[in-house]
């Protein structure tokens, strides 16, 4: 794992921990997967899906699309080269949809 992956890695934990602090929200599929992949592939994983995950859609409801990947990553660009074109899109594209202003 290089640093910039560690980083990335270690920046998805985090916002596992404050979803569950500060929003309520337990995203045990998203920990596990943190810790079956590592924070990169997961991160690849959901934004290679047809469709916004379940933890996604939690977060949204809850007014706290800001500890999403997709918004993590969006307001990151020093992650960006870990990503492809499509899975950058993507990111912004589910963003704007839910009316995200970061």
Known sequence: MTPLEKEFHDL????YNRAKSEA??????FKSMLGKYGGVDT?????????VSDGFVAL????CLNLTVEAQLIENEKFWDLFTHKQIQTAKDWLRKHDYSG
């Open 12 to 15: 998805m934990v985090s916002i």
């Open 24 to 29: 309520g929200y337990n995203a045990t599929i």
């Open 43 to 51: 991160a690849r994983k959901l934004l290679d899906s047809p469709m």
């Open 60 to 63: 949204y409801e809850r007014g």
